[in-house]
């Protein structure tokens, strides 16, 4: 069997291969202080006596491609909308502005919810399914919470309760009730979660931490990233991968996929990885400079990013950046701005939350930290389409007048007569 069961991410207590949804037990107190995620271990050495990386290349079937480092051992409960795959790309306006040619973006906005959250939940819930749970639960600011309700309809369960940040935009809420799940907006999310979890028997897929409760399958989707990265550059690691960081997944995932891909001698090395968060909300960056071992709460939070406003986040992510060599490093909301507007120059459409990891390789690249030659992968984690709202707010809208070729001309800048 290549899953030896459940490791714990602070401690490494080792238990067997249970839906554990409550964090480590040795770690975590009465009060829920010191939550420390479990993560899923395997056999290594199995897996690579097994392992065709031919199949890697060949895409289809959303992440499943990947399933010999995926928690779940029953094919049959595989639940895909056509996650993954997405492209790696070298986005003009940025490569620009940077000087680095080998400026990439994983751009997520593709997946089927238009996010990164949908390889998290294809795993995730696809394992609710093989343990026989019929209800899924989780708490969202919007993208997570969509495409939870999305994976849950695709599963045929019979109940999708997303509770909803009070800010989170209609449309995700829209989406959600879609879907075919239940949106309530709460201010005190996580009481509710708990007792869905505890007393009706709903599965929690949520992230692990900051919060205590949560699955550790979820973000093992995560981990296809860093595989789908490898081939795309060829079998090829990135010196650099910058991720815009919440609870923290977004890196410890990858970071994880990455990390399996020594194990199975299929690369040397990790690339250095720094977190990404917006200054007026920073808990990893000052946890990583004072040496820290757990994330700080950023007590009142304020970012146009959203998606990534949470107040403080899990230490699985500190300790990857730890161990890669890489930061924690904030931006301003005018570096976050500026990165949507050159994404957008550059032809892709993102929400601020996913411009963040880019604006933190541009003021890296400004700041002389990073060589012209590397390979850099920035985390384009979803589609500014979903926040029709925020993107308007950065259009300047011109004033309506009756159309004329006079005031077309000026508008756009045209100084040349008809031909
Ligand atoms: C668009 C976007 N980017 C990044 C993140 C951060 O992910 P994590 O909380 O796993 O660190 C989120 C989380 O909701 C998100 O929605
Ligand atoms: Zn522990």
Known sequence: MSILGLTC???DAQYSMEPMFFGCPACVDEAGAGAAALTVAYDYRAIASGLNVEDWRRAGHGIWRFDALLPLRDPAAQISLGEGNTALVRPRAVCETTGLSNLYVKNETTNPTWAFKDRFHASSVSMARSLGYARVTASTTGNHGASAAAYSTAAGLESCIILCHPESSMLQRDMIALYGGHAFVLEDRFQY???????????????????PT???FGVEGYKTIAFEIFVQLGGRIPDRMFCPIAAGDALYGPWKGFSEMRALNLADRNPVMHGVQPAGCNPYVQSFRQGLGDVIVHPGPSSIALSIRDDTGGPAALQAIYDSGGDATDVTEEEIIEAVRLLARSGYLVEPSSAASVAGAIKAARAGRLASDETVVCLVTGSGAKWPEVMSELVDHEAPVEPSWE???????LDDAPQ
């Open 407 to 413: 005031e077309i001309r000026a508008r756009a800048g």
């Open 214 to 216: 949560g699955t550790p």
């Open 193 to 211: 979660l708990d007792t869905l979890i505890r007393d009706y028997g709903y599965y929690p897929s949520t992230t692990m931490t900051p919060m």
């Open 9 to 11: 991410t602070r401690c």
